[in-house]
């Protein structure tokens, strides 16, 4: 996934059962930024950058933001 294709209120899975749901994206520089974001079943929102969740949904990474 592109770091262009993160839209906010959508949730996205990575292929390894986790959901997230986008909050919030602000401060976008170039092709990063930042974004907020839920978890499944838990409560409050989480920080990551807009590439590390890109990439997170692409199932490139996991346990990010624990």
């Known amino acids: ?5 993160v839209k906010e209120g ?3 899975h ?3 059962g986790e959901k997230r749901t986008v ?3 602000g401060n ?4 990063d930024g930042e ?3 839920k978890k499944e079943h838990v409560r409050g929102w ?3 950058t807009l590439v590390g969740f890109a990439r997170w ?3 490139e990474v996991s346990a990010l933001g624990r």
Request: avoid cysteine.
């Open 10 to 12: 959508q949730t996205y």
């Open 23 to 25: 909050i919030l994206i």
């Open 1 to 5: 996934m592109s770091p262009s294709g």
């Open 14 to 16: 990575n292929g390894k």
């Open 57 to 59: 949904a692409k199932g």
């Open 35 to 37: 974004l907020y974001y």
């Open 28 to 31: 976008r520089v170039g092709k």
């Open 46 to 48: 989480y920080l990551m």
